[in-house]
């Protein structure tokens, strides 16, 4: 059965930090694995896609890696802003390819 | 290209009442589906619809909870008989092709509270 765990499950820094949000999962036999932003009563925006072929994505500050092997990832979040407090969640595509397995999320503050 | 639609996004239910939660995917997705958030959870996998068919119902209960995504018209999450550990946010995402081949798009939630 596959799991998805985030580590550190609260984060709090001050503005300008570059940040580690760190992903595992149990089983490697994934399809691709993305990163989404939830903000507090909103909806998931998507961030990042890796299929399971890649090694990692970037888009703007944000850069994840992957790596299936060990069943990790990481989010990279460079110079972060106050605009970044979220909760970011990681997700797997998994169990059959047809359903995506959240982590519990991450919340992160960025503070001024 | 408006993005995934549900309505309504809150909706307050007596215990015993039926919910009914209502997505619209973004045009031209013929996949759709619903994740449940509890409070203080992640979120989990309901159910996978295409149209006119289930394509995955693991995730959702066996009682109470029915989905159906006709041909015309949104994707339809029923719960009959309300109760309090129904209260949640519930999630539809859309996606043009199957799972392995496109990323899944979320709307905005309806956030359901039991009384």
């Known amino acids: 059965k596959q799991e998805v765990t985030q580590i550190p499950a609260a984060l709090s820094v001050p503005e300008g930090e570059n940040l580690v949000l760190n992903c595992s999962f149990t089983d490697s036999a994934i399809y691709n694995l993305q990163w989404f932003r939830q903000d507090p009563g909103k909806g998931l925006t998507s961030l990042l896609l890796?299929?399971?072929?890649?090694r990692e994505q970037t888009s703007g500050r944000l850069n994840a890696s992957l790596d299936k092997s060990s069943g990790r990832s990481t989010l990279y979040i460079a110079a972060s802003q106050p605009g970044d407090s979220a909760t970011y969640l990681c997700a797997v595509l998994s169990g059959g390819y047809n359903k995506l397995i959240f982590g519990a999320g991450t919340r992160l503050a960025v503070h001024p | 290209n408006a993005g995934v639609m549900q309505n309504p996004r809150h909706l307050v239910r007596r215990r015993g009442q039926e919910a009914r939660l209502r997505c619209s995917p973004m045009k031209g997705h013929s996949h759709v589906y619903w994740y449940r958030q509890l409070p203080e959870e992640g979120l989990k996998f309901m159910v996978y619809?295409?149209?006119?068919?289930?394509?995955?119902e693991s995730g959702m209960p066996k009682e109470r909870f029915s989905a159906e995504f006709p041909k015309e018209g949104p994707s339809i999450l029923r719960i009959q008989q309300v109760v309090r550990g129904d209260s949640a946010a519930y999630f539809c995402?859309?996606?043009?092709?199957?799972?392995?081949?496109?990323?899944?798009?979320f709307g905005p939630g309806t956030r359901l509270t039991v009384t």
């Open positions: 619809l295409q149209k006119e068919n289930i394509i995955d």
């Open positions: 890796i299929q399971s072929s890649q």
């Open positions: 995402a859309s996606s043009p092709r199957s799972p392995v081949e496109d990323e899944q798009y």
